[in-house]
T-cell receptor, first 116, second 115 residues
Framework: KAGVTQTPRYLIKTRGQQVTLSCSPI?????VSWYQQTPGQGLQFLFE???????NKGNFPGRFSGRQFSNSRSEMNVSTLELGDSALYLC???????????????FGPGTRLTVL | SQELEQSPQSLIVQEGKNLTINCTSS?????LYWYKQKYGEGLIFLMM?????EEKSHEKITAKLDEKKQQSSLHITASQPSHAGIYLC???????????????FGKGTLLTVNP
């Protein structure tokens, strides 16, 4: 079974631009979560989608948004990029809605975003 | 919110040595996950623990969740260079059904294994 895939793997943008990252979950998984990883803050939760609905959201500004499609693929968008948005963005998929039960999340390889 | 403290922050061992990484929670753990990450890459799932006193092993890696469910340890026996990487623990919070539920991670432990 194919793992979680993320595209693109690397991205360079300039301040003020916007960016869209894509995540394809493991087949059969309906929950997709997004995380931001930086050396200073570590791994921080952005949001979770299940069945095309945002179920949970972390403490990030409204510039960070996402959506999920009917095939469970998810996209994350960051508008008006800032230097501090440079990070590794990871998505993870699991079978179930995370509020319902403890369910293992499987991570993709990440997208490395550099904002100049 | 739930805080996870990992110790040590970094560890350098000689190949063949045993080592232990700890993960301590400020609240009761309902699900504790161990992941391994190579620098700049995704997280690889290692093990999940749910029950107090539970212990799981995979190859030379053993993870335990203490009875009170507030601390977990990851033990590697006879370490190899392939064990090198960043080890992260992640925890589920209480299943409140609220909109602020999220998976929390520790800051990670950087393991270096010298041949």
């Amino acid at each position: 079974k194919a793992g979680v895939t993320q595209t693109p793997r690397y991205l360079i943008k300039t301040r003020g631009q916007q960016v869209t990252l894509s995540c394809s979950p493991i087949s059969g998984h309906r929950s997709v979560s997004w995380y931001q990883q930086t050396p200073g803050q570590g791994l921080q939760f952005l949001f979770e989608y299940f069945s095309e609905t945002q179920r949970n959201k972390g403490n990030f500004p409204g510039r960070f948004s996402g959506r999920q499609f009917s095939n469970s693929r998810s996209e994350m968008n960051v508008s008006t990029l800032e230097l501090g948005d440079s990070a590794l963005y990871l998505c993870a998929s699991s079978r179930f809605d995370r509020r319902g039960s403890a369910d293992t999340q499987y991570f993709g390889p990440g997208t490395r975003l550099t904002v100049l | 919110s739930q805080e996870l403290e990992q110790s040590p922050q970094s560890l350098i061992v000689q190949e063949g040595k045993n080592l232990t990484i700890n993960c301590t929670s400020s609240k009761t753990l309902y699900g504790l996950y161990w992941y391994k990450q190579k620098y700049g890459e995704g997280l690889i799932f290692l093990m999940m623990l749910q029950k107090g006193g539970e212990e799981k092993s995979h190859e030379k890696i053993t993870a335990k969740l203490d009875e009170k469910k507030q601390q977990s340890s990851l033990h590697i026996t006879a370490s190899q260079p392939s064990h090198a990487g960043i080890y992260l623990c992640g925890a589920d919070g209480p299943y409140s059904g609220g909109s602020n539920y999220k998976l929390t991670f520790g800051k990670g432990t950087l393991l270096t294994v010298n041949p």
